[in-house]
Nanobody, 126 residues
Framework: QVELVESGGGLVQAGGSLRLSCSAS????????VAWFRQAPGNDREFVAA????????YYADSVKGRFTISRDNAKTTVYLQMNSLRPEDTGVYYCALDSRLILSSLFDSRQYDYWGQGTQVTVSS
């Protein structure tokens, strides 16, 4: 029912920037929790950033705090992840996730999200 599409990934040098986009056709992110997760080869999927219940709260993983910014464009039904000062350890597939009922204590648990995009590859060279 819900289709999420990520875009904006690519190959950049360390210290560079990328902006990822997450869009849902025919929907808005006004009242839903939208999060970014990432997964490197051989690693578990890890939390990156989230907008909790629309604009109720903004949360970041410690590893990206101060470098990444999550934001929302409600008119375009798009959530962005601005990624600055990229490091090789930021490399991975980045996924957009969405949930309508998620509570704050479950924000970091990927199993709690109902909908996922297909992911976009981010590669940071040293």
């Amino acid at each position: 029912q819900v289709e999420l599409v990520e875009s904006g990934g690519g190959l950049v040098q360390a210290g560079g920037s990328l902006r990822l986009s997450c869009s849902a056709s025919g929907r808005t992110f006004n009242r839903e929790t939208v999060a970014w997760f990432r997964q490197a080869p051989g690693n578990d999927r890890e939390f990156v950033a989230a907008l909790f219940r629309g604009s109720s709260g903004i949360y970041y993983a410690d590893s990206v705090k101060g470098r990444f910014t999550i934001s929302r464009d409600n008119a375009k039904t798009t959530v962005y992840l601005q990624m600055n000062s990229l490091r090789p350890e930021d490399t991975g597939v980045y996924y957009c996730a969405l949930d309508s009922r998620l509570i704050l204590s479950s924000l970091f648990d990927s199993r709690q999200y109902d909908y996922w995009g297909q992911g976009t590859q981010v590669t940071v060279s040293s």
